[in-house]
Structures are given as C-alpha cells and as structure tokens.
C-alpha cells in the first residue's frame, strides 16, 4: 500500500529542515491531518501551533520570514486562503516575504469534511496576489522534488496539497521546474491540460480515445503561477484544440489562465472541465467527481466534442 502524501510531506520537511535551520512549521491546531506531528517531535523549538487562529498564524509568519525565516503554515484549503486573504495580501504579499502557505484538501478531495471545507475558489483567489507563487503536485515524487525549489524561491508560495494516498505518475529521475508545465505524453489531435487529481482521470481519457484513434497529448501544469505560456502556445498550435481538466472552480483557476494565453496568443478551440459555479457539498470522492462532471468518461465526452470544432 503506497504511503500518505502527508506523511510524506512531513517527512520531507525534517530531512530539509536539518540542513536549513530557517524553516519554520505553523499549524492551526491540525497536526494529526497534515503530517507535521513528526516536525514537532523533532524540531519543537522551530514548530508553532497557534490553534484555531488562523489570521494570526498569517501575521506571526510574516514577522518570522521579515526575520530570515521560511515559514510553512498549514490549514485545509478555505482557512488557508480566503479566510485569511486580506492577511495574506497586506502582511505577507505587499512586503514580498517568503512564507509558504500549504492548503489542504482541495477541491472535492475534502469529501466528508462537506460545504465549510470544501473550497472551489482557492487557487483562483491566490492567482490574483502579485508575485505569488501557485502550485499543485500530483504525487510523492513531484512534491519532493520541488520542495526545495519552493523554499529556494524567496517568494510567497501557495501549495496546494492532498493529504491522503496517490498513486505515483512519476520516477525519481524525472526533472520538474516551477512554471513549467511537464509533458505526460505527446499527441496531435487535441491537448488535455491538468493538475493534481485530474491527471489519473486525463490518462484514463486518452485511452478511451486512442481506442478510437484520437491522438492526445497531455500536460501536467503543476503550476498555475505563474504560467508556462510558451509551452500552452506550442501545443496549441500542434493540436489544433485545448482541454482543461481542474479539480477546481473553472472561473479562475488553470482554465482561465490557459484561455488567457490562447486567446491573447493563439486562439483554438479550448474546452474547461471543472467545477461550474458551485459551492461544495458532503459526500465521498467518486459520488462527488460525478456530480461535477470531472470523471475520465465526462473528459473523453469533450474530446469528441472538441474535436467537431477544430
């Protein structure tokens, strides 16, 4: 059984942790859920947990990071940012300061932790801070390898993290940079863009049309911001048509930057999956991909759609 992405997170933070003595762990009193207790026990005087207080997490980190230190702080994805966004944009954003902002539980991954925690709008919010930094690992492998990158940048970060079990995409010899999108495959009938847990359900798609054989190329924007134009331009222009698959409102998040792109660059036939101007409900994960339409077979549909427009 592969391990929890949280215990891995956590894990990874000890090993940067004792080569940096700035980095700094905060919790929200949720230690348990994000994979920080290990940090804890093993760095206490480098770990706060300021209880459920979550704009005061934002205010102590930014007084920590204007002293030379990097601080993670941790919530599940709405108390991590729109709870605290006007903290976020005065005391750490304005004044440019490297805190590392981590949000949990993104989009319909939140499940049973229902409406209060289920939040559509978060990377979408976070996208319009100047000089933020927007990304999303899909498994163990790119989480670590751009962990170092992501304390290395001296920039505000939003990580957009899922805490429980993923299957892993990835080798430990592949390579991933921060704003660039790392290609899954080639294709030149239409290019499927994702992030996060859209990939499993992009790579399931593409063998639903390539039994038809329709060519897909599909691409992993790990990170929103800032965004890999170049690479959206150059497949755009092979494929001929975009789609993109998001575990995420499609107002504002990875659909609406790639349209930007396109539209301003290279207009083509673009598709957006994701949530539709909804807010989230309880329910487990299968149920809740349906009602939103982001499974494989509702990818697949608009590929065949999309393809009737090019």
Not at 58 to 83: D, W, Y
Request: aromatic share 6%.
């Amino acid at each position: 059984m592969s391990e929890e992405l949280r215990n891995i997170y956590g894990k990874e933070l000890c090993k940067l942790a004792e080569s940096d003595n700035r980095l700094i762990v905060m919790e929200s009193d949720l230690m348990g859920a994000h994979g920080t207790k290990i940090f804890k026990e093993k760095f206490p005087e480098r770990f706060i947990d300021v209880g459920v207080a979550e704009a005061n997490m934002v205010g102590i980190a930014a007084g920590l990071a204007n002293m030379g230190k990097i601080p993670f702080i941790h919530s599940f994805t709405p108390f991590a940012t729109r709870r605290v966004y006007d903290q976020l944009a005065v005391s750490v954003g304005l004044a440019k300061l490297p805190v590392k902002i981590v949000g949990t539980d993104p989009g319909v991954v939140a499940e049973l932790n229902g409406q209060t925690h289920m939040s559509f709008e978060d990377a979408g919010i976070m996208r319009n801070l100047p000089g933020f930094i927007i990304v999303e690992p899909v498994d163990s492998v790119q989480l670590k390898k751009m962990l170092p990158q992501i304390i290395d940048s001296g920039k505000p970060t939003y990580i957009r993290l899922q805490r429980k079990e993923t299957e892993n995409f990835f080798n430990e010899s592949d390579d991933f940079e921060i704003g660039k999108i790392k290609e899954i495959k080639d294709g030149t009938d239409v290019t499927i863009i994702t992030s996060g847990i859209m990939l499993k359900e992009t790579m399931n798609a593409a063998k639903m049309a390539e039994e038809e054989g329709i060519s897909v190329k599909i691409l992993n924007m790990h990170t929103l911001k800032p965004v890999d134009e170049i690479t959206i331009i150059d497949a755009a222009k092979k494929t001929g048509a975009v789609i993109v698959a998001e575990n995420h409102s499609i107002i504002n998040g990875w659909g609406s930057a790639v349209a930007e792109v396109l539209c301003e660059n290279y207009p083509v036939p673009l598709k957006r999956i994701g949530v539709k101007d909804h807010y989230g409900e309880v329910g487990p994960l299968n149920f809740l991909m349906e009602k939103y339409g982001l499974k494989d077979k509702h990818i697949f549909e608009e590929i065949k759609n999309i393809l009737k427009r090019k």
